[in-house]
C-alpha cells in the first residue's frame, strides 16, 4: 500500500515560527530515514522546501510522520504518527509542554516513537518520553464478565 509521507523545513517571514516535518521507515526493527527525489509541493511557511513521498510498504513495516512546529517564545509542538503497511494510522502522540503524550492509537506501538526520539536527539530536550503499562488489578479468567 502506497503512504504519503512529507519532508520539510520552512520558516515563517518574520522568522518567529520554523516547521520541520521528517519521515521515517520501520523496517526489521531498523529506522530508515526518507530520503531521495520526492515532488516538491507548497511549504506552510512563506520560506524554505517541502517534499511529498509516496512510499510503498511491505508487509510488516511501519511508517512514522514527525511534525515539529517552534511558535512564540521558543516553545515547540507537534506530533508523531505511526502508520502500518496499510497507511492506516495506528498510533499518534502529541508533544506539548517538554512532554510526549499518548493521543490515539494502539499504544503497543510506542516502541517507535521511543526509538525515532532517540535517533533524533529529543531524549536530552524531553522531560517524559517513556510510558509503562498501568499496573492495575489483575483479573482472573474466572472472574472476567461474559
Request: proline fraction near 3%; avoid cysteine.
Amino acid at each position: 500500500m502506497v503512504v504519503k509521507l512529507v519532508i520539510e523545513a520552512s520558516r515563517s517571514q518574520s522568522g518567529v515560527h520554523v516547521e520541520r516535518k521528517l519521515a521515517f521507515i520501520v523496517s526489521g526493527g531498523g529506522l530508515i530515514e526518507v530520503r531521495g527525489g520526492g515532488e516538491p509541493i507548497k511549504t506552510t511557511y512563506s520560506r524554505g522546501e517541502a517534499w511529498l513521498y509516496n512510499v510503498n510498504l511491505k508487509p510488516g513495516e511501519l511508517a512514522v510522520q514527525v511534525r515539529l512546529v517552534r511558535g512564540l517564545k521558543g516553545r515547540v509542538r507537534g506530533y508523531i504518527a505511526v502508520y502500518d503497511s496499510n497507511g492506516v494510522e495506528v498510533y499518534r502522540v502529541v508533544i506539548r509542554k517538554l512532554k510526549i503524550r499518548p493521543s490515539r492509537g494502539d499504544r503497543g506501538y510506542h516502541w517507535v516513537v521511543e526509538r525515532v526520539v532517540e535517533k533524533l536527539g529529543l531524549h536530552k530536550y524531553l522531560k517524559r518520553y517513556k510510558f509503562e503499562e498501568k499496573r492495575g488489578r489483575q483479573v482472573k479468567p474466572s472472574q472476567a464478565k461474559r
